[in-house]
């Protein structure tokens, strides 16, 4: 089968699709799975409203439930790249938008996920009250939340490491500003970004029963998943449900790896300063290179790519006075102060019910549930950057640990959690540990990625001056990695604050095990339903964050990126 003369544009280019081989009979078998996902999904979505839904514990429907599970968390991660490559680039090149976007992407990151269950629930069951479109838009947003805000601070803190030789280079060669962003910045930041996508799908597991199983006030909500079939399992302590949804979760997570994070991975070295087969190390990506269809597919893209880089007008640049960037900062001001009004405004709604003692209470729990996080940040630390720099450094390393570090890190360690306070009962301590099951990862993913950019010009300068043991990895990957470690401290912080509403409450068997701890009082408030009390912790758990991002990681931040830029 030919197909000649097809023409893509104003040009003519001849494309032969061969025979149909073993290779296409793969990707059309791929395809159709795929399809059949998304139309059981759409047939989800247009079902009757039922705000608690049905959950088997026969292991049977555990497949169903796993493919819903999964359609969900594939959703919720190609809205955060979307988001990621649009939100992250705006931050990174208008120092306007910046100044908004990071303070915004700091509160919103510290923000746990039932913070955004109240408004979230009330919004998108009321604008779809007679279908199950807004319950599962629902669970998607919040997985999203789990997700979203590492990718986007590794990419705007990528885009603003870009050497500037590459850059001087680009100008050169008279490229536009789409040009660029295709060939020059996103390509330097694959591989950050793909390890934290990585890192950011394992997030939106992480609370996978929270998103699929909550309650607020007196009524419970759900959506068929491994989530729920977990939560109910455990509610009902019922020990076989919870091995076989272990089991569920950890066949998902090898799928997920092997057919998607896998090839991925092994396309990305080829923009790592690494020497690497970038052909070798994935059979799926094997099968998409000798792919007739997907080839043909692929290069009729690359083709629209090309051409819409090389016929994109470019907009001239233009100096502006020194009067007009002066009016325009003016503007500017007043509108971050006029919001900043209106944030306080809706504050004050909120914290004029609360009584004294409540506050106060508030701002302790705050206090201690702080301590755990950062110590467990600390922790994570202590262990995620010498292992990330010995896996980063060398591919061959990466490529057989990959996996092993991605299932671990995908796992949604709450599953386990009641298993873990049976030998540790105390969670005023324990939870310190249960912590770093959610802050470890960002750390070590960051690292690895960094610890995988180190130039090869770098490595041999060291080895000539006989650099070699500790004095090389703090003269050498230590500075390299140091502006990927701060990215991964600040969200690794984010996600313990996250974690710290399954850390210090849970519920085994009936009988409610917490912590005194700022997390363990907002899954309270959510669940009888005082949202004064919740929306004020959340308000004050989101101001800790951005406090200590603005005082302490932000300035380290802006220090490693100009002392520690590889120019």
């Known amino acids: 089968m030919e197909l000649s003369n097809q023409k893509w544009g104003d040009n003519t280019k001849e494309l032969a699709l061969p025979k149909i081989a073993i290779y296409d009979i793969i990707v059309i078998g791929l395809l159709i799975f795929v399809v059949l996902a998304i139309e059981m999904m759409s047939k989800r979505w247009e079902a009757p409203f039922i705000p608690n839904a049905h959950i088997s514990l026969n292991p049977i429907n555990l497949v169903k439930y796993t493919l819903y599970s999964a359609t969900r968390g594939f959703i919720a991660y190609f809205i955060s790249l979307i988001f990621t490559l649009v939100v992250g680039y705006a931050a990174a090149k208008n120092r306007y938008l910046e100044k908004l976007i990071v303070p915004t992407l700091d509160i919103l990151q510290s923000v746990p996920v039932l913070g955004f269950l109240p408004g979230l629930m009330l919004a998108l069951i009321s604008l779809f009250p007679h279908s199950e479109i807004g319950l599962e838009l629902v669970s998607i947003i919040m997985i999203f ?55 950011s799908m394992a997030g939106g597991w992480f609370f996978l029963t929270v998103c699929e199983a909550f309650t607020l006030g007196n009524k419970s909500y759900s959506v068929p998943g491994i989530g729920s079939y977990m939560a109910l399992a455990i509610n009902k302590g019922y020990l076989p449900g919870e091995i076989l949804g272990i089991i569920a979760m950890v066949v998902m997570i090898v799928t997920i790896d092997v057919f998607f994070w896998k090839p991925i991975n092994v396309w990305a070295r080829k923009f790592s300063e690494k020497e690497d087969d970038t052909t070798k190390g994935s059979f799926i990506l094997d099968i998409l290179i000798n792919s007739h269809i997907a080839k043909f597919f692929r290069e009729y893209l690359l083709y629209r790519l090309k051409h819409m880089t090389l016929t994109r007008s470019k907009k001239t640049g233009s100096l502006y006075k020194e009067e007009k960037k002066r009016v325009k900062d003016v503007i500017f001001t007043v509108l971050i102060y006029i919001l900043a009004m209106l944030v306080l405004y809706e504050v004050y709604t909120f914290v004029r019910y609360v009584k004294v003692g409540d506050f106060y209470r508030i701002l302790l729990g705050d206090g ?55 030998l540790f ?50 003269t050498l990957y230590v500075p390299v990695i140091f502006p990927y470690l701060i990215t991964g401290i600040i969200t690794a912080a984010g996600g313990a604050w996250n974690t710290s509403i399954v850390a210090e409450y849970m519920s085994v068997k009936g009988k409610i095990i917490e912590a005194f701890g700022l997390g363990a009082m907002i899954n309270n408030f959510a669940n009888v339903g005082k949202l004064h009390l919740l929306s004020v912790s959340v308000i004050i758990m989101s101001l800790s964050v951005v406090l200590i991002n603005r005082l302490v990681w932000r300035p380290l931040q802006r220090f490693a990126a100009e002392r520690f830029s590889l120019e």
């Open 145 to 199: 939340t789990g997700q979203v805000w590492n990718m986007t601070f590794s990419f705007y803190q990528s885009l603003k490491s870009v050497p500037m030789e590459l850059i001087e280079a680009s100008r050169v060669y008279k490229l536009s500003k789409w040009a660029v962003f295709w060939n020059v910045e996103v390509p330097y930041a694959i591989p950050g970004l793909v390890w934290n996508s990585m890192m």
């Open 368 to 422: 201690v549930t702080g301590l755990r996080v950062y110590l467990s940040v600390a922790l994570s630390i202590a262990w995620a950057v010498p292992v990330g720099i010995l896996i980063g450094k060398s591919p061959k390393l990466s490529s057989k640990l990959q996996p092993v570090v991605q299932v671990l890190a995908s796992f949604p360690a709450p599953l386990i959690y009641p298993w873990f306070v049976m």
């Open 425 to 474: 009962p105390n969670l005023n301590y324990s939870s310190v540990l249960l912590m770093m099951l959610g802050t470890q990862w960002y750390i070590l993913f960051n690292v690895i990625a960094g610890a995988s950019t180190v130039p090869k010009q770098l490595e041999e300068a060291t080895r000539v001056f006989g650099v070699k043991g500790l004095k090389k990895v703090f």
